[in-house]
């Protein structure tokens, strides 16, 4: 499964919206990109996945780059609930099912 | 979503005794379930894989005889710690593949083991 890049920590104003960036510059052609997030002391939370087309669900919008070597999770609306780490991930979709997990970006959303 | 369980959410035990850990999938069927440890400020790291009714898949540097997993039916899996040690002290975390067109997998809400 390809490596992917993350900052390590964002700020966001609540009520702004959070872009978090991605870089996956070895994606293969099969493999989809994944979002979860982690609040401190949880399991993480699934937030979204796609594969080329922008996508869009009732927690965030997933931007893919159209060489696919980059994506943005966008949560329109931040709130202090959404201070969590974010991962992105990129996974073959039926090819491995493990979800490698690196650093991932500490995002901290203040008043 | 798809809503997987864990229990205990914690433990404490004593240095030498064995602890078992529960991961339910409780709206959906999961063939293949994971294992992840994370300790204090560092990401999930993946122990294993297990699928239902075959033996489990160990990362490397995991040692099978210590965690030991069982994933008797399409809703269950269970880890236990054997003769846990005070390293062994961590938040272990499963997972659960929904299959089907998102082929997602969810995550339990974790269990903070203690040994003391």
């Known amino acids: 499964d390809a490596k992917t890049t993350q900052p390590t920590s964002m700020d966001c104003a609540e009520g702004r919206a959070a872009n978090l960036p991605c870089n996956h510059s070895t994606i293969s052609g099969n493999e989809y990109v994944y979002w979860y997030r982690q609040i401190h002391s949880q399991g993480p939370q699934y937030i979204i996945h796609g594969l080329k087309n922008n996508e869009t669900n009732e927690m965030a919008s997933l931007i893919i780059t159209e060489d696919r070597k980059s994506s943005t999770l966008i949560l329109p609306h931040a709130t202090l609930r959404d201070t969590a780490v974010y991962y992105c991930?990129?996974?073959?979709?039926?090819?491995?099912?493990?979800?490698?997990f690196g650093t991932g970006t500490r995002l901290q959303v203040f008043p | 979503g798809a809503v997987v369980s864990q229990h205990p959410s914690w433990v404490i035990c004593k240095s030498g005794t064995s602890v078992k850990i529960e991961c339910r999938s409780l709206?959906?069927?999961?063939?293949?379930m994971f294992w992840y440890r994370q300790f204090p400020k560092q990401s999930l790291m993946l122990m294993a894989t297990?699928?239902?009714?075959?033996?489990?898949?160990?990362e490397q540097g995991v040692e099978k005889d210590k965690f030991l997993i069982n994933h008797a039916s399409l809703t269950l899996s269970t880890l236990t710690v054997t003769s846990a040690h005070p390293e062994d002290s961590s938040f272990y975390i499963c997972?659960?593949?929904?299959?089907?067109?998102?082929?997602?997998?969810?995550f339990g809400p974790g269990t903070r083991l203690t040994v003391l």
């Open positions: 297990s699928n239902e009714g075959s033996k489990a898949t160990y």
């Open positions: 991930i990129v996974r073959a979709y039926l090819n491995t099912d493990k979800l490698i």
């Open positions: 997972s659960a593949r929904a299959g089907g067109y998102t082929d997602t997998q969810y």
């Open positions: 709206d959906f069927q999961a063939t293949t």
